[in-house]
T-cell receptor
Framework: DTAVSQTPKYLVTQMGNDKSIKCEQNLGHDTMYWYKQDSKKFLKIMFSYNNKELIINETVPNRFSPKSPDKAHLNLHINSLELGDSAVYFC?????????????????FGPGTRLTVL | KQEVTQIPAALSVPEGENLVLNCSFTDSAIYNLQWFRQDPGKGLTSLLLIQSSQREQTSGRLNASLDKSSGRSTLYIAASQPGDSATYLCAVHGEYGNKLVFGAGTILRVKS
C-alpha cells in the first residue's frame, strides 16, 4: 500500500548517459513534484505537474525533462548526465496545487532515488 | 526570493530533554509552514502543517508554533527519545503557487 513510490532506489551510471527515474502515487492526488537534494542536503524543487500539466519549472537545465503520462505518474528523464547531477531525487504528491482554498496540502514524499554519476 | 534558515544546524541532547528547533523565513507572505522529518537514506515524513492563519499545531510530543509577521516558527519536542534522532526540515509554502521552500535542516541526535 505504498503511497508514493520511486524506481530505481539507486542508480549508478557514467557521464554522458541518458537515464530515467519513475514515480507513481496511488493517493489520487492531482499534483506531483520532483525535488533534488544535493550533497549539502538542501532540498530544492525542480518541477511540478497538476493533472498532467506543467505548473512549476525552476531553473533546471534542459537536459532534465519531466513526463506525466497520467496524473498518477511523473517520470524524470535526464540526458547527457554530468557529475554535478549526482544527488538524491525525491518525488512527491499533494491533493491540489495549494491555492487559497483553506484546504491542507501536505506533500507526501517518495523514498528517493540516489543517482551517482561517475 | 524566499529563504528559509534553520538553527541550530545540529543538536545533540541526552534522552528525556525537552528541545526547541528554530526556523525563520524572509518573506512573510506564506500559505502554510510544514515540519518534516528525514531519516538517513529515507524520504521525508510530514510531522506538522500550520496554516498561515494558525498560531500552533500539536501532535503527541510535538508542538509547532508560527509567528507569520516575524517570519519565525519553532518545533518543540517534549521528553526526547533516541527514536527522535533524525534530520528535521522546515518548509514554507508560498502564498501563490505550490512551491515549498526548504531550510537546510537540523540534525538531531538523542543519546540514550
Amino acid at each position: 500500500d505504498t503511497a508514493v513510490s520511486q524506481t530505481p532506489k539507486y542508480l549508478v551510471t557514467q557521464m554522458g548517459n541518458d537515464k530515467s527515474i519513475k514515480c507513481e502515487q496511488n493517493l489520487g492526488h492531482d499534483t506531483m513534484y520532483w525535488y533534488k537534494q544535493d550533497s549539502k542536503k538542501f532540498l530544492k524543487i525542480m518541477f511540478s505537474y497538476n493533472n498532467k500539466e506543467l505548473i512549476i519549472n525552476e531553473t533546471v537545465p534542459n537536459r532534465f525533462s519531466p513526463k506525466s503520462p497520467d496524473k498518477a505518474h511523473l517520470n524524470l528523464h535526464i540526458n547527457s548526465l554530468e557529475l554535478g547531477d549526482s544527488a538524491v531525487y525525491f518525488c512527491a504528491s499533494s491533493p491540489h496545487p495549494g491555492q487559497k482554498t483553506g484546504k491542507t496540502d501536505t506533500q507526501y514524499f517518495g523514498p528517493g532515488t540516489r543517482l551517482t554519476v561517475l | 526570493k524566499q529563504e528559509v534558515t534553520q538553527i541550530p544546524a545540529a543538536l545533540s541532547v541526552p534522552e528525556g530533554e525537552n528541545l526547541v528547533l528554530n526556523c525563520s523565513f524572509t518573506d512573510s507572505a506564506i500559505y502554510n509552514l510544514q515540519w518534516f522529518r528525514q531519516d538517513p537514506g529515507k524520504g521525508l515524513t510530514s510531522l506538522l502543517l500550520i496554516q498561515s492563519s494558525q498560531r500552533e499545531q500539536t501532535s503527541g510530543r510535538l508542538n509547532a508554533s508560527l509567528d507569520k509577521s516575524s517570519g519565525r516558527s519553532t518545533l518543540y519536542i517534549a521528553a526526547s527519545q533516541p527514536g527522535d534522532s533524525a534530520t528535521y526540515l522546515c518548509a514554507v509554502h508560498g502564498e501563490y503557487g505550490n512551491k515549498l521552500v526548504f531550510g537546510a535542516g537540523t540534525i538531531l541526535r538523542v543519546k540514550s
